[in-house]
């Protein structure tokens, strides 16, 4: 019997306040399997999503400000799954919460890498609000331009302070984990879609230039990924609370009724739920066009940094990718053919699977991080 080479990735492990996505994933010679996946869901909003899984504290609310009381029960949840969910060992690569994460954009001369990496400190630091000296920071080139008939280059740095990764490493060291490799949700989120990139035929055409849109409790994420290649990440301070207001308002009703109807919406598979959702949403556009107008000007932007190049496909990741409604309407009004994303589609699973799963594609980004 033939030899087959597998190899144990470590634990992704997506932790926020709000919510915790966990999985671990093997590489053998030609599939990614699933070794154990787990998920809780904490404060309001998240809990609403699965409210079943877990939910707030009768009277609690939710915060995009939390402090270490909030992270302590959902590194609790950490510690209890890796005892009991069939997780092997202890490595993981764990996300940075997102409010910790600053995305910055510079534009600077054309230089060599390590003249860039020497110099984004001092360029930054008017423009963090922390000391960049005492940051951790990684870079993006998203392209080069013309300013004043001088070439220059567009920098995305991502940046937090590096006391507060410290803070979240050792803490998950306390619970008994080695973590191996601290990511960002903009950047992981990519890496199911990267990972593909590599395995998979090459066309004539060159790879498509997917945008990723990560649609979060607080903050959305875009994202543009090419091949193996992320050129552009952007955060935009809006989360779920715009969705439910814009259904209030479309349908005249308390915000916490409309909550609970999209609740609904979100594991609607009947065509006549799915049309209504659709229907409220498109009755609302105002409530949806600042959103649709950031992942329109990061097309703009892209276009313009690659000659016209065009977005090929929209991909809706994060818990609020379950809405297949919102996520046709949003598709729509950019006119781009879009899709609710599974970044364990090809992963053979034993656990069961109810459809796709977009809110995991974090967490399988994190365990990717260790795949050859």
């Not at 507060?164 to 984990?177: P, Q």
């Not at 439910?244 to 598979?269: F, H, M, Y």
């Not at 879009?338 to 069961?352: I, K, Y």
């Amino acid at each position: 019997m033939a030899y087959r080479r597998r190899t144990l990735l470590p634990i992704g492990i997506h932790l926020n306040p709000d919510a915790v996505h966990m999985i671990q994933l093997e590489q053998a010679e030609d599939k990614l399997v699933v070794v154990s996946k787990a998920v809780q869901y904490f404060s309001a909003p998240a809990a609403a999503l699965h409210p079943a899984v877990g939910g707030p504290m009768p009277g609690e609310q939710p915060t995009g400000n939390h402090n270490e009381q909030d992270y302590a029960q959902a590194r609790e949840f950490v510690r209890q799954r890796i005892a009991r969910n069939g997780f092997r060992g202890k490595e993981a690569v764990i996300s940075l919460p997102a409010e910790n994460l600053v995305i910055q954009y510079v534009r600077l001369p054309p230089m060599q890498p390590e003249e860039l990496i020497a110099g984004l400190p001092g360029e930054l630091r008017s423009k963090l609000p922390f000391d960049p000296r005492q940051a951790v920071i990684r870079h993006i080139v998203a392209g080069q331009v013309s300013e004043n008939n001088e070439a220059k280059q567009d920098v995305i740095a991502l940046a937090a302070r590096r006391d507060v990764v410290e803070r979240h490493v050792a803490a998950m060291t306390k619970i008994g984990l080695n973590v191996i490799g601290v990511g960002v949700e903009p950047c992981a989120m990519c890496y199911p879609y990267a990972y593909e990139a590599t395995v998979g035929a090459p066309t004539q055409e060159g790879p498509p230039s997917l945008m990723i849109v990560y649609l979060g409790f607080h903050t959305t994420h875009v994202a543009i990924v090419r091949g193996q290649d992320t050129t552009f990440v952007k955060g935009v301070e809006l989360g779920s609370d715009q969705f439910a207001d814009a259904v209030a308002k479309a349908k005249g009703i308390p915000l916490e009724e409309a909550a609970a109807v999209r609740a609904k919406w979100r594991e609607a598979s009947a065509s006549g739920v799915v049309q209504e959702a659709v229907e409220a949403y498109n009755a609302s556009r105002k409530h949806l066009e600042p959103l649709v107008d950031e992942i329109e000007s990061c097309m703009r932007y892209y276009a313009s940094l690659a000659r016209g190049a065009h977005i090929d496909r929209l991909i809706f990741l994060g818990p609020e990718a379950r809405d297949r409604a919102l996520v046709h309407v949003i598709g729509a009004h950019l006119g781009v053919p879009s899709e609710v994303g599974d970044p364990l589609a090809r992963m053979e699973d034993a656990t069961s699977r109810g459809g796709p799963e977009p809110e995991m594609a974090v967490a399988v980004g994190l365990s990717l991080f260790g795949a050859p």
